[in-house]
């Protein structure tokens, strides 16, 4: 049992088999007991995901409909989605300049560090940063998350 922050890139997995997505369905998979951290902007993102992988032909429209009916049934059942603040806005602006980061990486970014500040002063352990980005998992390694890239498992 452990705590995961999965950013879009990770998640995506969950719905649309390709590499990680058995590390990621082991992750998410309710009797393991993990609780899950997401941002709130992932709802965003992952849609988009679904929506341009059908529109570039790679996700029929079955598939497409039927992973973004899955996700939002999980926005509501699994995950812990993070709300955005102001703080969080400004420690985003903050992190990508400094990490040279894309905009929403940056707010993925943000939205970690704060959830795992906040596990840490309630005395729970340290979340774990969950992305299929190298760049953003190599700012995460750099301001102190333990990092998990997908990709790195079949």
């Known amino acids: ?27 998410v998979e309710v009797s393991n007991g993990n609780t899950i951290f997401i941002a709130q902007i992932t709802k965003v993102e992952v849609s988009s995901a679904f929506a341009r992988r059908n529109k570039g032909k ?33 420690s985003a602006a903050d992190l990508a300049t400094k990490h040279a980061l894309r905009g929403y990486d940056a707010v993925q970014l943000a939205t970690a560090l704060a959830a795992n500040y906040e596990l840490i002063k309630n005395g729970d352990h340290s979340l774990v940063f969950v992305s299929a980005d190298s760049e953003l998992n190599t700012a995460a390694i750099s301001e102190g998350l333990g990092v998990e890239n997908p990709n790195d498992y079949p």
């Open 1 to 27: 049992m452990a705590d995961f922050f999965l950013d879009s890139s990770a998640l995506v997995k969950r719905y649309i088999k390709e590499t990680g997505t058995v590390f990621v369905a082991g992750l």
């Open 58 to 90: 790679t996700l029929s429209d079955i598939d497409a409909a039927a992973s973004l009916a899955s996700f939002n049934i999980d926005l509501t059942d699994i995950y812990y989605a993070v709300d955005m603040t102001a703080d969080h806005v400004a």
